[in-house]
């Protein structure tokens, strides 16, 4: 009954490595979204996609990129590490926007701890 | 922007008591709202979605309902058990955000037997 999987559990990565998260959904959603969660902060949205090679920036960007070349993975990559991305990493897939009836599910997290 | 305000940020309630969780949202114009609970470490599992058209959805102990001319949506939770205990997050999406899913913060909820 999985519906999104995260490569990951726990991840631990050296400051400056080049990072890679990968999600990959089961329900032929058209969206994804990635996000980080961290205390007293919530939710917070990194990067969508609403098709494949489609993307947006979502609230806090800065020093991730995203890749989709597939409509079932969305791989979040860190281009060079640092501390302060120390986080819980969430992945959704959701149906477009118009479709009010689908349920958006989330994968189980990946904690990642940069050293 | 939408932005999402979930009430109270921590609850502590006995055993078998009913309670009720609020989330509002700035924005009516939503297509759907979804509630979701969160175990700690964990990601997060999808509870109840209500349409925008919708008033309220029952899954078991649990009932949502949606005022969105008012911004507002309620969890109810009946007769509490410990293992209810986790956080507790409602998001909406669409409005001026489209497809984005906006989250509230969450409630975090012990249930002490």
């Known amino acids: 009954d999985v519906k999104v999987t995260q490569s990951s559990r726990y991840l631990v990565k050296r400051t400056g490595e080049k990072v890679f998260l990968e999600c990959v959904q089961d329900?032929?959603?058209?969206?994804m979204f990635w996000y980080r969660q961290d205390p007293g902060l919530g939710l917070r949205l990194i990067y969508f996609s609403y098709d494949v090679k489609m993307k947006e920036k979502g609230d806090i960007p800065e020093g991730y990129s995203v890749s989709r070349e597939k409509k079932e993975r969305f791989s979040l990559i860190l281009e060079s590490a640092s501390t302060n991305q120390t986080s819980m990493y969430l992945c959704?897939?959701?149906?477009?926007?118009?479709?009010?009836?689908?349920?958006?599910?989330f994968g189980q997290g990946t904690r990642l701890t940069v050293v | 922007k939408q932005e999402v305000t979930q009430i109270p940020a921590a609850l502590s309630v006995p055993e078998g008591e009913n309670l009720v969780l609020n989330c509002s949202f700035t924005d009516s114009a939503i297509y759907n709202l979804q509630w979701f609970r969160q175990d700690p470490g964990k990601g997060l599992t999808s509870l109840l979605l209500i349409q925008s058209s919708q008033r309220e959805q029952t899954s078991g102990r649990l009932n949502a309902s949606l005022d969105k001319s008012s911004g507002r949506s309620t969890l109810y939770i009946a007769a509490s058990q410990p293992g209810d205990s986790a956080t507790y997050l409602c998001?909406?999406?669409?409005?001026?955000?489209?497809?984005?899913?906006?989250f509230g913060e969450g409630t975090q909820l012990t249930v002490n037997p």
């Open positions: 329900m032929d959603h058209e969206n």
């Open positions: 959704a897939s959701s149906s477009p926007y118009w479709d009010s009836k689908i349920e958006a599910f």
């Open positions: 998001a909406v999406k669409g409005g001026t955000s489209g497809s984005r899913l906006t």
